[in-house]
């Protein structure tokens, strides 16, 4: 894939690389998030009317919320300066907790784990930005 400013929309070989390139992504995406919310294929067939004897154990859901209980068990202090807390560090504190702190630290983190990206949207808001998570089946990232 080309650079994002050497895109030209008229190019059909690059169009469809990306199409098949996100296509490939949301099928990433979904088997990822069927299989932590525990919607695993069956092993053992049943017919109807059996009792369904498979059992399990989702070992996906456990190893990404403990990753992510490792990585973000509270949110990080933020210094810019060791001597005293400055004007800039009440701000980056405060916008941090109004965009969700550590529960926004643990989403991008459940995400990336899930879908190897994390992509978030900062939109311009008075006094703080807002932090928006975006949904990695939906974007493209050209190298």
Do not use: K, T
């Given at each position: 894939m080309p650079p994002a400013l050497d895109y030209r929309p008229d190019d059909r070989a690059l169009r469809q690389a990306a199409?098949?390139?996100l296509r490939s992504r949301r099928e990433t995406h979904t088997l990822a998030w069927r299989y932590y919310r525990g919607?695993?294929?069956r092993c053992r067939l049943t017919r109807?009317?059996?009792?369904?004897?498979?059992?399990?154990?989702?070992?996906v859901r456990q190893t990404v919320d403990r990753t992510v209980a490792f990585l973000a068990p509270d949110f990080p202090g933020i210094e810019l300066d060791l001597a005293a807390e400055t004007d800039a560090e009440r701000?980056?504190?405060?916008?941090?907790a109004q965009a969700?702190?550590?529960?926004?630290l643990a989403?991008?983190?459940?995400?990336?784990?899930?879908?190897?990206?994390?992509?978030?949207?900062?939109l311009p808001g008075e006094p703080y930005p807002r932090l928006v998570l975006l949904d990695a089946a939906n974007v493209i990232a050209f190298w």
């Open positions: 199409e098949d390139e919607e695993h294929r109807p009317g059996e009792p369904d004897d498979n059992v399990v154990i989702n070992l701000w980056l504190r405060e916008a941090w969700g702190s550590a529960r926004l989403r991008m983190a459940r995400q990336g784990c899930l879908d190897g990206h994390v992509f978030v949207r900062v």
